[in-house]
């Protein structure tokens, strides 16, 4: 028996102590990185996960997700995601606000703040931006506003930047749910293939 437990304790400690060695990609984001409507392994973090495994990448993909988010919600939570070690940090918020209606400029500052927060964490952390289109009945002055949020913070932070996370995705009924908002199975997949484009060369 005290055989089977010090066994037992040394795999902990060497479970734990690869998990430390490994480099982190962190997805911080709404319902779409939070798989919302799908199951966890279908989710382009998971996806994600299974890239890097398949070619013996050292990193881990860690789903900070959460269904709802807004950029002002993501601001409050930042400093409690990164508790943990992160070495990539993808940054993928605002498609509520869009939703919402909330103030591009508002939006913006909040998207400032949080990438203020990361850089600040830690110098070292590459960030992703990931870009999100507003719906278009909030008329076209908006809708530019909004998209001109991402661009202006790319380019401001000089961070890397994906423009809209959801390209060839959005719009198409047979890659969403029938909220027609949150990719399918499929749509993740061809998220993950968007994300990876950009992730792979920093590997």
Do not use: C
Not at 59 to 71: F, I, K, M, P, Q
Not at 165 to 172: H, K, M, P, R, Y
């Amino acid at each position: 028996m005290i055989k089977v437990i010090i066994t037992f304790l040394f795999l902990m400690f060497f479970n734990t102590l690869e998990a430390q060695e490994r480099e982190t990609i962190l997805f911080f984001g709404d319902s779409i990185t939070a798989r919302y409507g799908i199951d966890s392994e279908d989710a382009f973090p998971a996806l994600i996960q299974t890239k890097l495994d398949s070619m013996n990448y050292n990193y881990r993909s860690v789903n900070a997700g959460l269904s709802g988010e807004t950029s002002a919600g993501g601001l409050r939570r930042v400093d409690w995601v990164l508790q943990q070690s992160v070495d990539i940090f993808v940054l993928e918020l605002g498609g509520n606000d869009g939703l919402r209606g909330v103030d591009p400029d508002n939006t913006k500052k909040n998207l400032q703040g949080i990438i203020d927060i990361v850089q600040e964490k830690n110098p070292n952390i590459t960030v992703i931006l990931t870009g999100m289109e507003a719906p278009p009945n909030m008329g076209q002055d908006y809708t530019d506003a909004f998209r001109q949020v991402y661009i202006d913070l790319a380019k401001n932070n000089d961070v890397l930047f994906i423009p809209f996370i959801l390209e060839g995705v959005a719009g198409n009924p047979e890659l969403n749910l029938p909220d027609g908002i949150h990719p399918t199975e499929e749509g993740h997949k061809i998220v993950a293939d968007l994300v990876w484009d950009t992730l792979a060369p920093l590997l």
